[in-house]
């Protein structure tokens, strides 16, 4: 018994879904898939300023990867192993991990590999050079910086002191003080003012008893010659 159209039709059909359906499927899961182009790597400075290789895993299927970094060796086809990393859990949003190197200069070659599952084991290309901004800090400035006119330091704004002019200088010479006089004895500076001294005092003293002795001779005299007469 042959079937018929309507059933011969609606299997062509039904064929033509599936095969389109595994179509979608295999090539979301292509789309999925992780690859070697998910994965970059560029010479960066980290937030201490050391130069590091940064190596970001865009992977939308979260395979854990391994990224190596060999630095590149003068002598031909020489290389090194410096680090390796691990990326657990990738995302399509980018993670990212931080290679370090043993040394840091312009120009120097970095090789990144790449092994994720069974599906990437390859290098990131191209291979990562450091650039000629490094991160090696910059010399500290050897010149101070200039005092602002507006500002001006406090061993400049200090008021000077106001220095005496040379006839003060010599008055104050010529005049002696107050204190460097010697005080007279008994402690009167009366005869130092009216310009009479202790020698003076005596000399009127001894004067005074002569005049007083001379009168009580004349009225001597006077009485002996009233009682002669």
């Known amino acids: 018994?042959?079937?018929?159209?309507?059933?011969?039709?609606?299997?062509?059909?039904?064929?033509?879904?599936?095969?389109?359906?595994?179509?979608?499927?295999?090539?979301?899961d292509t789309a999925l898939a992780c690859s070697i182009s998910d994965f970059s790597?560029?010479?960066?400075?980290?937030?201490?300023?050391?130069?590091?290789?940064?190596?970001?895993?865009?992977?939308?299927?979260?395979?854990?990867?391994?990224?190596?970094?060999?630095?590149?060796?003068?002598?031909?086809?020489?290389?090194?192993?410096?680090?390796?990393?691990?990326?657990?859990?990738?995302?399509?949003?980018?993670?990212?991990?931080?290679l370090t190197p043993l040394d840091w200069y312009s120009g120097e070659t970095f090789r990144v590999h790449v092994k994720a599952g069974?599906?990437?084991?390859?290098?990131?290309?191209?291979?990562?050079?450091?650039?000629?901004?490094?991160?090696?800090?910059?010399?500290?400035?050897?010149?101070?910086?200039a005092t602002s006119p507006a500002h001006p330091s406090s061993a400049s704004s200090a008021t000077p002191t106001t220095l005496p002019s040379p006839a003060q200088s010599s008055s104050a010479a010529a005049v002696p003080g107050a204190s460097s006089a010697p005080t007279p004895a008994?402690?009167?500076?009366?005869?130092?003012?009216?310009?009479?001294?202790?020698?003076?005092t005596v000399i009127a003293g001894a004067a005074a008893a002569l005049v007083v002795t001379g009168g009580g001779i004349v009225v001597a005299l006077r009485?002996?010659?009233a009682h002669r007469s």
């Open 1 to 28: 018994m042959f079937p018929s159209r309507h059933t011969a039709k609606a299997a062509r059909v039904i064929g033509t879904f599936g095969a389109a359906a595994a179509l979608s499927i295999g090539i979301a």
């Open 41 to 98: 790597a560029a010479a960066v400075c980290d937030a201490g300023g050391n130069g590091v290789i940064r190596v970001t895993d865009r992977d939308a299927s979260g395979t854990p990867a391994t990224v190596s970094l060999y630095v590149q060796l003068s002598m031909p086809g020489g290389e090194r192993l410096v680090d390796t990393k691990a990326i657990e859990h990738p995302t399509a949003q980018g993670v990212s991990v931080d």
């Open 118 to 145: 069974d599906q990437v084991d390859n290098d990131i290309q191209p291979l990562t050079v450091v650039p000629d901004e490094t991160c090696a800090p910059s010399a500290p400035s050897s010149s101070a910086p």
């Open 186 to 200: 008994g402690g009167s500076t009366d005869l130092a003012e009216t310009g009479a001294g202790s020698g003076t």
């Open 223 to 225: 009485r002996r010659a």
